[in-house]
């Protein structure tokens, strides 16, 4: 069974978010949602709470087959936490799946595992991320998965069980959902 980890930072996008681990845990995928933070409660940036399975510190030291980050305004502690930034690092070294949505791609942009990429982003960072394909919604190169913002967060989730767990999975899901 594939490991995902899915790190929620206070004002995280819930979409962006909710509907990937969804589809993730559908098709069989055993996924962590850890905190940021200290406390296992986690806002969003509209305001829903949730509860995660854990906190990073507690799930930082075991290995992942995905590491997901979601965007939404709170990118910006995901991307001032250096255990994030180390942990996008050891998971790209180790060759390891990584995707990220919206603003997140500047997490893996600033952990340096981006370059040569190519890769997809919310048009919102793209002075920090130039080399956005606007029009992709899902950019998958070699091990990251890149992915436009909240509106692609099905086309994401669907994508992220097509690489760990089957494309038969995938489309098996996307017909039982209607997408």
Request: glycine residues 8%.
């Amino acid at each position: 069974m594939p490991t995902v980890l899915a790190i929620l930072p206070e004002g995280f996008e819930e979409i962006e978010a909710i509907a990937p681990i969804d589809l993730l845990r559908r098709a069989g995928c055993h996924v962590t949602v850890a905190a940021l933070g200290t406390s296992p409660h986690v806002t969003g940036r509209c305001n829903i709470t949730m509860h995660a399975d854990a906190t990073l510190n507690e799930s930082e030291k075991k290995t992942y087959d995905l590491i997901f980050l979601p965007g939404g305004p709170g990118v910006l502690n995901l991307r001032g936490d250096m255990r994030v930034r180390e942990l996008v690092q050891q998971q790209a070294a180790s060759g390891r799946w990584l995707a990220a949505i919206c603003a997140a791609p500047t997490v893996l942009n600033d952990a340096g595992v981006l370059d040569g990429h190519r890769y997809t982003a919310h048009f919102s960072v793209a002075k920090e991320l130039p080399h956005i394909l606007k029009d992709e919604r899902v950019v998958v190169d070699g091990k990251i998965i890149t992915s436009r913002g909240a509106g692609t967060s099905i086309d994401l989730g669907l994508m992220l069980v097509e690489k760990l767990v089957s494309p038969e999975k995938a489309q098996e899901i996307a017909a039982a959902i209607c997408a």
